[in-house]
C-alpha cells in the first residue's frame, strides 16, 4: 500500500484546517462565541479568491490578500452588526451561537443567489499551478508551496503578536478575564476589532487556498466547519498550538482513517466526515480542554488513583 | 364558480394544514427540550428522520415480506407494487401505519435516551455543537447507505394508509385530519406536561441545576426524560411526514430543517406552547409560500432558486428576534399552579380562598 498520496494529503488539508481553525479558536476564546458564521468567513475567501483569479486575472498572491480583506470586514461586520449588540443586551452565549447561525444562512443564501445568477455555484480558482517535484506517487505542485508557508507564516507571526506585543498581550487578558482585562485600562472594543479583523482575514486566505486547492461551493464553509471545529476543539478551543496539533491530527485522521477503513473494510470514503465527528464527541466526552495545558503525567497519576469523584 | 375556485385552492390548504401540524408536533418537542428543558437539541433534525426513516424501512420490508415483492428494494417496480398493495390492502396498511408510530416512537425515544449521554455531561454551546453535528452525521450516513432508504434515490413507495380512498382529495383531507389530530393530542400533551409538577421540575432544572440538585432533585434523570419524550414526538412527526409525502429521502432532513423548527421556536416564544403555534405559523407560511410552485401561480418568476430567499428570511428572522426580542412573540409566562390560577380569581385574596374549598374555585376559573 502506497502512503505517498494519503500523507500528502494529510499534510496540505491539515494545514488548510490548521488556517481555518486558527481564527474560530481566536475568537472563541477572547469573545466566547461559537461562530458558526466562521464558515461563511472560509466561503466568502474562496469565492473573492476564484472570482479575482478566473474573472479579473489577478495572480493568486493578490487575490489572496483581497480574500484576506474580504472575509476579515466581513468577520468585523458581524461582530459589530450582531454580536457587539448583543452581548450589550445581556444575551447569552448560546443565543450568539444561535444568532451566528442566522448570521451564516444570510451570507451563505446571498452567496448562493449571486453564484446561482453567475453561473458560478461550483467554481475553482484557475492559478497557475505547476508540478516541481515528486514525494513518492504524489506530486507536489506550486500550491503546496503556497499552503505551507502561508500556514507556518500566519502560525509564526499569531505566536509572535500573542506573546510579544502589547495588542496580543492585552487579548489574552481579555480572554482570560474580560472585565479585569477593561479595568486595567484595556480597550476591549477596539481590541475585538483587531482580533476579528485578523481571524476573519487568515480565515478568509485559507478559504481562497483551499479555491485553488479543489473545486468549492457555497457550501464549502459548512463542509469545512465540522473539521474547523474539530481542529479546534482538539486545542481546546483557547490555545494556538494545540489548534496546529488538531488541524494536523483532523487531517491524518481522515485521510488515512478513510483510506484504511476503505482499503481492509471496503467503508466508502463518503463517510469521511464522520472520522471528524468522532473526534468531536470523544474529545468533548473524554477531556473537553482538548490539549491546552495538557499535563500528561497528572493525567496518568490521577488515572492510577482511580479518579475518584 | 366560486366552488370551483375554493377545489382549485383545496390541495395547497391542505398541504399547508398538513405541513403546519407536522411541523407543530416538531416544534412543540424541541420547545419542551430547549425552552422547558435547556437543553439546546440542535440536532432535532436527526430525530425527526429516525422516525421518517423508521416508517419508510418498516413499511417497505413488511410489504414486500407479506406480499411477497422479490423486486430489489429499492427499485422502482417494488414501489409500484407496494403502492398496489396498500391501496387494496386497507386493515394491512392502517396496522403498518400504526407499527410505524409506534415503532417510531420507541426508536426515536431511545437514540434520544442515548443523546442524553452527551447532554448530562457538555457545556450548552459544546452541546450545541455536537448536537448540530449529530444532525448532519445521522443524514450522511443515511444517504450512503442501500439498506435503509436507498442512499441518495431515496425510499418511495411508502402509500399513505388512507390509499384505498379512490378520490385524492377526500384522501389528503382525511389524512390532514388524522395530522391535525395528532398535533392537537400533543399540544394537549405538552400543556399538561409544562403545568404539571414535572414541567416546574424542568424549568427549575433549566433555570439553576445546582439549585434544583440541592433541593435533592435528579438532574441527569430528568434531562434523560426530556429528552426520551422531546426526541419520541420528533419521530412521530417525522413518521407522519413520510407517510404524507410517500417516500423518504435523506437530503430531506438537512440542518437547516432544525434551524427552521428552531425559528418557530425562538420566534413564537420559547417555554411557552401558545407562542410556539403563532411561530410554527409564521414559519410554515414562510416556508410554503416561498417556493417556486407558489409564486409561478401567483405569476412572479425570479432568475435564482427562490428557496434561497427562504433561508436568508429565516436568518433575518433568527438574528432580529434574538436581538431585539429574545423573549419570542408570546413571552414566558408564570408557571401555571392552581395557587396562580386562584389568585387571579380572587383579587390578590389567596389565602382566604384557598381556605373555602379551593379546588372548586379552580376548577371554574380555569374555564
Known amino acids: ?309 | 364558480m366560486q366552488i370551483e375556485f375554493l377545489a382549485s385552492y383545496m390541495p395547497i390548504f391542505t398541504s399547508f394544514i398538513v405541513l403546519f401540524a407536522i411541523y407543530l408536533i416538531a416544534a412543540l418537542s424541541l420547545n419542551m427540550e430547549y425552552g422547558y428543558g435547556g437543553i439546546p437539541n440542535f440536532g432535532h433534525v436527526f430525530f425527526i428522520s429516525v422516525g421518517a426513516y423508521m416508517a419508510g424501512v418498516l413499511t417497505a420490508r413488511t410489504v414486500d415480506y407479506i406480499a411477497g415483492i422479490k423486486a430489489g428494494y429499492c427499485s422502482g417496480q417494488a414501489s409500484v407494487l407496494r403502492t398496489e398493495y396498500l391501496s387494496s390492502h386497507p386493515m394491512e396498511a392502517i396496522a403498518i401505519f400504526v407499527a410505524s408510530l409506534v415503532l417510531g416512537a420507541i426508536i426515536g425515544g431511545l437514540f434520544g435516551y442515548a443523546a442524553s449521554y452527551p447532554a448530562l455531561r457538555l457545556k450548552e454551546d459544546f452541546l450545541a455543537i455536537t448536537l448540530i453535528f449529530i444532525g448532519d452525521m445521522g443524514r450522511i450516513i443515511a444517504r450512503n447507505e442501500e439498506g435503509i432508504v436507498c442512499a441518495l434515490t431515496g425510499l418511495t413507495g411508502i402509500a399513505n394508509p388512507l390509499s384505498f380512498i379512490k378520490d385524492v382529495g377526500t384522501r389528503s383531507i382525511a389524512y390532514a385530519l388524522i395530522v391535525v389530530a395528532f398535533a392537537v393530542l400533543t399540544y394537549i400533551y405538552v400543556q399538561r406536561l409544562a403545568k404539571s409538577p414535572f414541567g416546574r421540575l424542568l424549568k427549575a432544572v433549566r433555570d439553576d441545576d445546582l439549585a434544583a440538585m440541592a433541593l435533592g432533585k435528579v438532574v441527569p434523570r430528568v434531562r434523560g426524560e426530556i429528552m426520551i419524550i422531546g426526541s419520541a414526538l420528533a419521530a412521530i412527526a417525522g413518521v407522519l411526514r413520510t407517510f404524507y409525502i410517500q417516500g423518504v429521502v435523506a437530503d430531506d432532513f438537512q440542518p437547516l430543517i432544525t434551524f427552521l423548527v428552531l425559528t418557530m421556536v425562538i420566534l413564537g416564544g420559547m417555554a411557552n406552547n401558545k407562542g410556539v403555534i403563532l411561530g410554527t405559523l409564521i414559519m410554515t407560511a414562510l416556508d410554503q409560500f416561498i417556493s417556486p410552485s407558489f409564486l409561478s401561480l401567483l405569476g412572479v418568476s425570479v432568475e435564482f432558486d427562490v428557496t434561497y430567499m427562504k433561508y436568508i428570511i429565516i436568518g433575518v428572522i433568527i438574528i432580529l428576534v434574538l436581538m431585539f426580542r429574545p423573549q419570542g412573540a408570546i413571552p414566558e409566562g408564570p408557571v401555571e399552579t392552581p395557587a396562580l390560577e386562584l389568585s387571579r380569581s380572587s383579587e390578590w385574596d389567596v389565602e382566604e380562598k384557598l381556605e373555602i374549598g379551593g379546588e372548586e374555585e379552580s376548577s371554574s376559573s380555569s374555564e
Open chain 1, 1 to 309: 500500500m502506497d502512503l505517498s498520496i494519503p500523507l500528502m494529503n494529510s499534510l496540505t488539508l491539515g494545514s488548510l484546517y490548521t488556517l481555518m481553525a486558527l481564527g474560530l479558536t481566536m475568537s472563541f476564546s477572547v469573545t466566547k462565541i461559537a461562530n458558526f458564521a466562521h464558515a461563511e468567513l472560509v466561503t466568502i475567501g474562496g469565492y473573492v479568491t476564484a472570482l479575482l483569479v478566473n474573472w479579473m486575472g489577478y495572480g493568486l498572491g493578490e487575490s489572496l490578500i483581497a480574500a484576506f480583506f474580504a472575509s476579515a470586514l466581513l468577520a468585523v461586520a458581524m461582530d459589530e452588526g450582531v454580536f457587539k449588540p448583543m452581548i450589550k443586551r445581556g444575551s447569552k452565549p448560546l443565543f450568539l451561537l444561535v444568532a451566528s447561525i442566522g448570521i451564516g444562512l444570510v451570507v451563505r443564501y446571498l452567496l448562493f443567489i449571486y453564484a446561482d445568477l453567475n453561473a458560478v455555484i461550483t467554481v475553482q480558482a484557475k492559478a497557475n499551478v505547476q508540478l516541481i517535484g515528486r514525494f513518492g506517487r504524489a506530486g507536489i505542485t506550486t500550491i503546496h508551496l503556497w499552503v505551507f508557508p502561508i500556514t507556518i507564516a500566519s502560525v509564526v507571526l499569531l505566536h509572535l503578536m500573542f506573546h510579544y506585543t502589547k495588542p496580543g498581550k492585552a487579548l489574552r487578558a481579555m480572554a482570560d478575564n474580560e472585565d479585569l482585562a477593561r479595568v486595567s485600562g484595556v480597550k476591549i472594543y477596539t481590541l475585538r476589532r483587531l482580533m476579528w479583523f485578523i481571524a476573519g482575514g487568515i480565515t478568509g486566505v485559507a478559504g481562497g487556498l483551499w479555491s485553488a486547492y479543489s473545486v468549492i461551493t457555497p457550501e464549502i464553509g459548512w463542509y469545512a466547519l465540522l473539521r474547523i471545529f474539530a481542529a479546534s476543539i482538539l486545542g481546546g478551543l483557547v490555545s494556538f498550538w494545540g489548534t496546529i496539533a488538531g488541524g494536523l491530527i483532523v487531517g491524518f485522521a481522515e485521510n488515512f482513517g478513510i483510506t484504511f477503513m476503505n482499503t481492509y473494510f471496503n467503508v466508502s470514503t463518503a463517510y469521511r466526515p464522520l472520522i471528524s465527528f468522532v473526534i468531536i464527541v470523544i474529545v468533548l466526552l473524554l477531556k473537553p480542554t482538548g490539549f491546552a495545558g495538557f499535563d500528561f503525567i497528572g493525567w496518568l497519576k490521577e488515572k492510577m488513583k482511580g479518579g475518584g469523584e
